[in-house]
């Protein structure tokens, strides 16, 4: 394992980490998130099928995700990084190229699952936690900014891909991708690193928990945190997931051209890279779960929002407006499990809060198509995704006040 000179400063290095784990994100999960929310309709006309199939395709990937963060995340806490982080990348490349020569529905639910649960998983959890463990203070920050790559990627992975089915058709497109893919996330593999070993394990827990919320890593269990924010994950997820997946078509069922409709996901998604980097900040200053929260009222408020909008100026707007803020939770997430778990705990943990948040965002988009197919419009599919943000409000509040009240107690004791 790779290490760099102990200083007594935290290493300037650490940002190169988080610039090549922002980048590294942005490829990799904007293609598994929500990358196939542009093959909608060029899949139905050449194969015929109905968006609830296509959607499967998104949803694969995401219980591949779902479910290969819980090993990965173990993995990542035992294993170097580099290596975890080189086999994803080369995983997700080749499933990539794989899927621009499939022909059949199973091929691609196959193969999406496998770029999820053996490509993504071994990229998200590990880079995250990585990333978290290079800060002994700011950290809220640097998640942010790492998280943002994830966010450029979902917003850019379905631009470019839209440009590149309209040159080159949907094979190519993806072909292109998987070259791209395993050249760029490779190189960018090398990068990374594991942090230095400044201070014994006692005292990098210490400063572990200092970051925000007063040390909560000892307010609750490491067990009772993955069940917690991971109930709270799966419904934000569910909510977040709809206009992700469901933003493009809704707009070209309108009448909207796919390269306008694909604008409108990346202006949404480019305004949650600052809006990331902002409730990063935010947590630092106000504490993580009341960050989550405000974020989460935010996307839950607005979701709905999406089908009164008429205009191609409107959606440019509301983009913005709804992009901001929905960006915070994925932040509030990240920086909550770092928060409420101790270092030796934090990448399986982060595995299994992250296995429910994909699992919902495979959920949110599948049900999104499912009801569009029963209904023959979105307004159900909407609906549900802000019914599934009210129950998440109130499970993240119970979090905030369970923590406070036991934090009380703790101060009393001592």
């Known amino acids: 394992m790779n290490s760099i000179s102990e200083t007594s400063a935290e290493p300037v290095y650490r940002w190169v980490i988080v610039s090549a784990s922002a980048l590294m994100l942005a490829l990799s999960m904007g293609m598994i998130v929500n990358g196939t929310s542009v093959f909608f309709i060029p899949l139905f006309d050449e194969f015929g099928w109905q968006r609830g199939d296509v959607s499967l395709i998104n949803t694969s990937g995401l219980v591949g995700l779902a479910i290969g963060g819980i090993f990965m995340g173990r993995i990542a806490d035992k294993t170097p990084i580099r290596w975890v982080i080189l086999f994803g990348a080369t995983v997700i490349g080749l499933c990539m190229l794989g899927a621009?020569?499939?022909?059949a529905l199973w091929q691609f639910y196959l193969l999406f699952f496998i770029a999820g649960f053996l490509g993504a998983a071994a990229l998200f959890a590990p880079l995250i936690a990585n990333v978290g463990s290079w800060f002994k203070t700011g950290a809220g920050?640097?998640?942010?900014?790492?998280?943002?790559?994830?966010?450029?990627?979902?917003?850019?992975?379905?631009?470019?891909?839209a440009l590149l089915i309209g040159v080159l058709g949907w094979r190519d497109a993806l072909m292109s991708v998987g070259i791209t893919m395993l050249v760029l996330l490779i190189s960018l593999a090398m990068l990374i690193q594991q942090p230095p070993k400044t201070a014994t394990q006692s005292d990098a827990a210490k400063t572990d928990n200092s970051l925000v919320d007063g040390g909560d890593s000892v307010l609750i269990g490491p067990n009772t945190v993955s069940v917690w924010l991971g109930a709270a994950a799966i419904l934000c997820c569910i909510?977040?997931?709809?206009?992700?997946?469901?933003?493009?078509?809704?707009?070209?069922?309108?009448?909207?051209p796919l390269e306008d409709a694909g604008s409108v996901l990346l202006v949404m998604l480019v305004v949650a890279i600052v809006g990331r980097i902002a409730f990063g900040k935010l947590a630092d200053l106000i504490g993580a779960i009341p960050t989550y929260w405000i974020a989460s009222c935010w996307q839950t408020i607005l979701v709905f929002f999406f089908l009164d909008i008429d205009t191609l100026q409107g959606y440019y707007i509301f983009a913005v407006i709804y992009g901001f803020g929905y960006a915070g939770v994925m932040t509030g997430i990240l920086v909550c499990a770092r928060v409420l778990t101790p270092l030796s705990k934090r990448a399986s943990v982060l595995g299994i809060v992250l296995f429910f948040a994909f699992l919902g965002h495979g959920i949110g988009g599948y049900q999104g198509g499912f009801y569009f197919d029963l209904t023959g419009n979105y307004t159900l599919t909407y609906a549900n995704a802000a019914y599934a943000g009210i129950v998440n409000l109130i499970l993240v509040g119970a979090l905030y006040f369970t923590t406070n009240r036991r934090r009380v107690i703790l101060a009393l004791a001592t």
Do not use: E, K, N
């Not at 621009?100 to 022909?103: I, T, Y």
């Not at 909510?239 to 909207?256: N, S």
């Open 141 to 161: 920050v640097a998640l942010g900014i790492a998280s943002a790559g994830q966010a450029l990627g979902q917003g850019g992975m379905p631009y470019v891909l």
């Open 239 to 256: 909510t977040m997931a709809v206009p992700l997946m469901h933003l493009v078509p809704l707009m070209q069922d309108r009448g909207f």
């Open 100 to 103: 621009s020569q499939a022909d």
